[in-house]
C-alpha cells in the first residue's frame, strides 16, 4: 500500500473530510468534493502524484510518526501544563456545567463557544475565527470570521459535512491568529498542522472543541427535510437544533424551508433515534475514542444530565485544557457573564457515559470486525476492552443500519419509502438494544 491520503485512508472508508490534507499537498489537483455516501473527500485527478506529507495531517492516518501516535502523545506537546489526566477525557484542568447570560439564547446549547470567541476578539487574542456558518457552495461551510456581529450566525450547530479545505488558503497566506472551533477529529487535524507546520502554532492561538456524537452524511439534512414535507431536493436553511423553551434541552426540532421561503419544523423525538442507531453516520467515527475533544484548549458539549437537561434553553459541560481556557471561563464568573458551577468530575462522566460505551469501551470490538475484513485501523488506546454478547450484537446491527442508510436514501430520496425500507434494519437495532439495557439492569442490581 502506498502511503497517501488516497490509498491509506479514503480507500479504507476513514476519511472524516477535515481537508488538513490540501494544506500539506504538493498536488495542485488535490481538492474536497463530494462522496457518493454523502461525504467530502479528497480527490484528484492524479492521486499517483500525492506524497505522505499530506498524510502525516491526516487524523486518521494508520501510520503515524511515534511523536503523534494517538492523542496522549499528541497532548503531551499541546496541552503540558494541564495537571490532571483521566483515561475517558485527556489532559484537564477542571470540569464546568453552565451558560453565557448574553448568548445562550442564540445557540444550540449555553452559549460558552460564542462567548469565549467574542472574549478572543476583546482581549486581542485573536484577529479572527475559522469556524462554520451559512456557505456559498454548500448549506454551512468553514469561514473566516473577523467580527463578533458575525458570531451569531454561527452559533447554532450544523449536523452537516464541513471542511477546512474551504479556508485552508486563508490559512496559509493570512499573517492574522486565530481560534479554530471544531469537533475532536478536526482538532486533532489542526494540531497536527501544528506540529508538522511550525508556523501554524504562532497563527492559531486558541481551539474550542465541541463534543460530538458522530459526523454526518448530507443525506441526513435531506431525509429530515423530506420528514417535515418539503422535498428532498427543494429545501433550504436547514436548522438542526431549534430549541424548545417551554420543553427539555432535548426535546428541539429540526426546520427547513421550502421554496417559498416559509419553514416547516418537525420535532426529532418524531423521527427515532437518529444517534444511536447510527444513521448516515461517518464509518471513520466509529473509530475515533476521542468522545470529549481531547487536544482543545477547551471543550464544550451538551449537558445530557439531570437537571440541567430539563432546561430547554441550554445547557453546556466544560473541560478546561489550558491556563488561557481556565482564566477566561473564571473571569466570566467573576464578571457575572457566566452562570458557571463546577461540575464535579463523576457527573461530567455521566453526561457522556453513552458516548464513552460505544466509542471507547466497544471500540475494539469494531476493530476487531474491520481488521477481518482487510481494513487498516489507526492506532487507538481503547482497542483491548472487552464487551458483553449482548453488547456485540448492538455493534454489528448499528454498523449494518449506519452501511444500509447510506447506500438507500440515494436510491430512494423518499422519506417515507426510505423509512420502510429501514424498518425492520431499526427494528432489529431496537429490540438489540433493549436485551442490552435490560442485562445491564439485572447486574447493576446484582452488582456484578
Known amino acids: 500500500?502506498?502511503?497517501?491520503?488516497?490509498?491509506?485512508?479514503?480507500?479504507?472508508?476513514?476519511?472524516?473530510?477535515?481537508?488538513?490534507?490540501?494544506?500539506?499537498?504538493?498536488?495542485?489537483?488535490?481538492?474536497?468534493?463530494?462522496?457518493?455516501?454523502?461525504?467530502?473527500?479528497?480527490?484528484?485527478?492524479?492521486?499517483?502524484?500525492?506524497?505522505?506529507?499530506?498524510?502525516?495531517?491526516?487524523?486518521?492516518?494508520?501510520?503515524?510518526?511515534?511523536?503523534?501516535?494517538?492523542?496522549?502523545?499528541?497532548?503531551?506537546?499541546?496541552?503540558?501544563?494541564?495537571?490532571?489526566?483521566?483515561?475517558?477525557?485527556?489532559?484537564?484542568?477542571?470540569?464546568?456545567?453552565?451558560?453565557?447570560?448574553?448568548?445562550?439564547?442564540?445557540?444550540?446549547?449555553?452559549?460558552?463557544?460564542?462567548?469565549?470567541?467574542?472574549?478572543?476578539?476583546?482581549?486581542?487574542?485573536?484577529?479572527?475565527?475559522?469556524?462554520?456558518?451559512?456557505?456559498?457552495?454548500?448549506?454551512?461551510?468553514?469561514?473566516?470570521?473577523?467580527?463578533?456581529?458575525?458570531?451569531?450566525?454561527?452559533?447554532?450547530?450544523?449536523?452537516?459535512?464541513?471542511?477546512?479545505?474551504?479556508?485552508?488558503?486563508?490559512?496559509?497566506?493570512?499573517?492574522?491568529?486565530?481560534?479554530?472551533?471544531?469537533?475532536?477529529?478536526?482538532?486533532?487535524?489542526?494540531?497536527?498542522?501544528?506540529?508538522?507546520?511550525?508556523?501554524?502554532?504562532?497563527?492559531?492561538?486558541?481551539?474550542?472543541?465541541?463534543?460530538?456524537?458522530?459526523?454526518?452524511?448530507?443525506?441526513?439534512?435531506?431525509?429530515?427535510?423530506?420528514?417535515?414535507?418539503?422535498?428532498?431536493d427543494q429545501f433550504s436553511q436547514p436548522k438542526f437544533r431549534i430549541k424548545d423553551l417551554q420543553s427539555t434541552a432535548s426535546d428541539y426540532s429540526f426546520g427547513c424551508n421550502d421554496i417559498n421561503g416559509q419553514q416547516h419544523t418537525i420535532k426529532m423525538r418524531k423521527v427515532g433515534d437518529m444517534w444511536g442507531s447510527g444513521m448516515f453516520k461517518n464509518n471513520a467515527c466509529d473509530f475515533c475514542d476521542d468522545v470529549t475533544t481531547e487536544l482543545a484548549d477547551i471543550s464544550l458539549g451538551d449537558a445530557w444530565i439531570n437537571p440541567y437537561n430539563k432546561d430547554g434553553k441550554g445547557t453546556n459541560v466544560i473541560v478546561t485544557r489550558t491556563e488561557l481556557a481556565e482564566r477566561l471561563i473564571n473571569d466570566g464568573i467573576i464578571h457575572k457573564e457566566l452562570a458557571v458551577d463546577t461540575l464535579e468530575f463523576d457527573h461530567f462522566l455521566s453526561s457522556q457515559q453513552g458516548s464513552f460505551n460505544h466509542r471507547q469501551k466497544a471500540l475494539g470490538y469494531r476493530i476487531k470486525l474491520a481488521k477481518s475484513k482487510g481494513f487498516i485501523i489507526p492506532p487507538k488506546r481503547h482497542d483491548n476492552e472487552n464487551i458483553s454478547l449482548d453488547f456485540k450484537l448492538v455493534q454489528k446491527q448499528r454498523m449494518a443500519v449506519r452501511k444500509l442508510s447510506l447506500v438507500q436514501w440515494p436510491v430512494s430520496k423518499d422519506s417515507l419509502e426510505f423509512d420502510q425500507t429501514m424498518f425492520k434494519s431499526r427494528e432489529n437495532l431496537r429490540k438489540r438494544t433493549r436485551i442490552y439495557h435490560y442485562v445491564r439492569a439485572i447486574k447493576r442490581r446484582l452488582r456484578i
Open 1 to 232: 500500500m502506498k502511503k497517501n491520503i488516497f490509498d491509506a485512508v479514503v480507500k479504507q472508508d476513514m476519511c472524516i473530510g477535515c481537508g488538513a490534507c490540501l494544506y500539506s499537498s504538493s498536488n495542485d489537483n488535490i481538492s474536497m468534493n463530494w462522496s457518493k455516501e454523502g461525504f467530502l473527500i479528497p480527490t484528484s485527478e492524479t492521486p499517483e502524484l500525492e506524497s505522505e506529507k499530506s498524510l502525516k495531517v491526516c487524523p486518521f492516518n494508520p501510520f503515524p510518526d511515534k511523536e503523534v501516535r494517538t492523542e496522549n502523545e499528541i497532548a503531551d506537546i499541546f496541552l503540558n501544563d494541564a495537571p490532571n489526566h483521566h483515561k475517558r477525557v485527556g489532559k484537564f484542568y477542571n470540569t464546568y456545567v453552565g451558560y453565557s447570560n448574553k448568548y445562550r439564547l442564540t445557540s444550540s446549547s449555553g452559549g460558552l463557544a460564542t462567548y469565549l470567541i467574542d472574549q478572543l476578539f476583546k482581549e486581542d487574542i485573536i484577529d479572527a475565527v475559522i469556524t462554520v456558518k451559512e456557505g456559498k457552495d454548500s448549506f454551512y461551510e468553514y469561514s473566516v470570521i473577523r467580527s463578533t456581529d458575525e458570531l451569531i450566525s454561527t452559533s447554532e450547530t450544523k449536523y452537516y459535512p464541513v471542511t477546512l479545505g474551504t479556508v485552508i488558503d486563508q490559512l496559509k497566506n493570512s499573517t492574522e491568529r486565530f481560534a479554530v472551533v471544531g469537533i475532536a477529529c478536526f482538532i486533532k487535524s489542526v494540531r497536527l498542522l501544528q506540529f508538522y507546520h511550525p508556523e501554524l502554532k504562532d497563527k492559531i492561538k486558541f481551539t474550542i472543541g465541541i463534543i460530538c456524537g458522530g459526523v454526518k452524511s448530507k443525506f441526513f439534512a435531506e431525509y429530515l427535510a423530506g420528514k417535515t414535507g418539503v422535498s428532498s
